[in-house]
Structure formats: C-alpha cells, structure tokens
C-alpha cells in the first residue's frame, strides 16, 4: 500500500505524529482531497517503500524519518486543497506551534519546511490549464472586442493604432 501512495504522489511531506488523538487524525484526513493520503506509519515502513524509486534520497534522512511521524502523501491536483485543509486543522486544533510541516521529498530532492511550504502554494495542473485557456481567449478576437469595448473615444483610437501596429509587426 505504501509504495502505491509513492506512485501516485508528487510530494510527501510528514509532520510530527506524537500527541495526537484519533479524533484529531480522523479530523485532518476528512480536511485533504481526494488525491491526498495522509498516514502514519513506521518510518522504517516508509524507508523500505523508497527504495530504488525517486523518493529514495528520505532513506536514512534523521530529519525526516526519526521519531513518530504523519505522512501525506500529495497527488497532483491537490497541493493547495492539501495545504489550506492541513492549516485550517492547525489552527482549529491548536497544532501551530507543535506540528509543523518537518519537510518532505518533491522531484527525488529532499526539501526543508520553508521549501515543502512554497511547493503546497503551487498552482494545481488544473489551475495553470486554465490561466492558459483564458490567456489564449484574451489574445484571440474576443480578447480584441473587450480591449475595444472598454476603450473610448480617444483611448479607442489609440487602441485601433496600436491593433494596427500589432498586426503589420505580426505580418
């Protein structure tokens, strides 16, 4: 089941397990998107997992594999769902100063605490499509139309120049 979690994973990140209830566990798991998997397991368990796969390098890391961990196991559309879920918990159960994020393995490279942080505020796959889809819908006719509509008077010739420059450039 382990390595099936790896496969299917982008990120993993741990936090500290200790201290925690079941309830408090049950609570976080319900907090994660579908694609995210949160577990706590023997860090001897994650070491077998990772051998000769990209996650290998958190094999013998003391950082990361010593003491009582939870790991999350984080799909490709669920970095900013997994992170606003994980701080909501934080905050609603007091873990701020407890249970912070220990670090986590992203592209086969170890990462520190501040790294697996600024990785879970990427955008999803899903989202860049769609700054995209709506970049290449600015660029094309109706882009033109509301860049005219909002122009006025002058401002509207000054827009119909600079479409007309745009196009001999282009030409």
């Not at 860090?43 to 003391?62: F, H, K, R, Y």
């Not at 407890?98 to 592209?107: A, I, P, Q």
Request: with cysteine.
């Amino acid at each position: 089941a382990m390595k099936e979690h790896l496969e299917r994973s982008m990120l993993i990140f741990a936090i500290p397990g200790a201290g925690l209830t079941y309830p408090q566990v049950s609570a976080l798991r319900e907090k994660m998107p579908e694609s995210t998997t949160v577990s706590v397991c023997k860090n001897t368990l994650i070491e077998l997992a990772v051998q000769d796969s990209e996650w290998e390098c958190l094999a013998g890391d003391e950082t990361l594999t010593t003491l009582e961990n939870m790991w999350f196991f984080v799909g490709e559309d669920g970095l900013g769902d997994t992170l606003k879920g994980y701080e909501d918990w934080m905050k609603a159960n007091g873990k701020e100063k407890t249970h912070g994020v220990k670090g986590g393995v992203f592209e086969g490279a170890l990462q520190d605490p501040a790294a697996t942080n600024q990785i879970l505020k990427l955008p999803s796959k899903k989202d860049l499509m769609a700054r995209i889809a709506g970049g290449i819908n600015m660029a094309g006719a109706q882009g033109i139309a509301i860049r005219l509509k909002k122009a006025s008077g002058q401002k509207l010739a000054r827009a119909i120049k600079l479409l007309v420059e745009e196009e001999k450039l282009s030409a």
